[in-house]
């Protein structure tokens, strides 16, 4: 997403934290790259949800958007297949050093991958904690655990580092997730 | 998508077919809301890919997009999770009556619906006849076959007729193409 180098500092400035994140998503983009481009997995982060108001035609082969917001996703931003499973994710970067707040995540994309899992998917979170840069994978069986037994609004460092699986970085791939759902689901022979 | 009315006319005469599909688009959605609401499959269209070109951040919280335009999708419309195989098909409605050209599927569309296949997914196209009002569900299987055996670009009615499965509609699902895939891959039993 390019914008305007004039509107920087007010990027920078906005409260809504939609900058958030461009990191992992670059890091994730690549790794699924590298997946496709290996045969390994098809797996794309989706569109961004984007409501149009308006649309100039002016010129007959390509239409320009001229006003449009920015949507709620309803679903989570990542989907695809390995070896023949759904799998199904939401990633998110924090800033916290100690803890993922769950505000981070809508309520209808947490149900969704609940929803994933109720129906023989393969459903999970991918936080990364920037200041001490680890990335975690923690599955939605966990992410339920939590939620029901835990009321608290926030998932702690130690509950990542217990029940979170620890991704490794690396040159290529450089977030190499699968190799963590494959020791989950399939016997870890990645 | 809501185009303002002014320029309807103009998107009648554009020629990229951009609108074509909206009524098949409709019925998809809404077959696919009964689904999640029965809790029968979880399938999403995904959002139309658009470059943002100019953001304008003067509200701090909704920023608006000044400048836009459409992309070309990389994967298919559709995608999401039934009896937990994963599920991928794209969707074209034809005003020919007798032959679905094959230029209304990008190549790299094609591609995706095989390495979906490859891959241990279930993965197939829908093509709504709109003036004899007929809509089938078409393996990527038998595309796959089309494609290799015949050279010509275009698919009749009459392979659609022979290969295909014909989708039942009725007001309530709309479009019960999961009943053609139950049929087909799970035994009928939906």
């Known amino acids: 997403m390019k914008y305007p180098n004039n509107l ?4 920078i400035k906005n409260t809504n934290h939609s900058n958030r994140g461009m990191s992992l998503e670059y890091d994730l983009n690549i790794t699924n790259d590298y997946y496709r481009i290996k045969d390994i997995a098809i797996i794309y982060k989706k569109p961004t949800p984007i ?3 308006k649309v ?3 010129k007959i ?11 709620c996703p309803s679903t989570t931003d990542y989907n695809g297949i390995y070896k023949g499973k759904y799998i199904d994710f939401e990633a998110k970067e924090v800033k916290d050093k100690t803890s993922f ?8 994309q947490i149900d969704h991958l609940f929803k994933v899992l109720d129906h023989g ?18 599955q939605s069986e966990c992410l339920k655990s939590f939620i029901n037994l835990d009321k608290s609004k926030s998932i ?21 997730y699968i190799k963590v759902i494959d020791n989950l689901y399939f016997g870890g022979k990645l």
Do not use: M, W
Request: net charge neutral; aromatic share 14%; charged share 25%.
């Open 8 to 11: 920087k500092k007010i990027v």
């Open 61 to 71: 082969k390509s239409a320009t958007i001229t006003q449009a917001f920015f949507e």
């Open 121 to 138: 998917g393969i459903s999970f979170i991918i936080v990364r904690f920037c200041k001490i840069n680890k990335t975690f994978v923690l």
């Open 56 to 58: 100039d035609f002016d």
């Open 51 to 53: 409501k149009i108001v």
């Open 101 to 108: 707040s769950l505000s981070n995540i809508h309520n209808h």
């Open 156 to 176: 702690s460092l130690e509950y990542f580092e217990e029940f979170g699986i620890l991704i490794d970085e690396a040159y290529t791939p450089r977030l190499n």
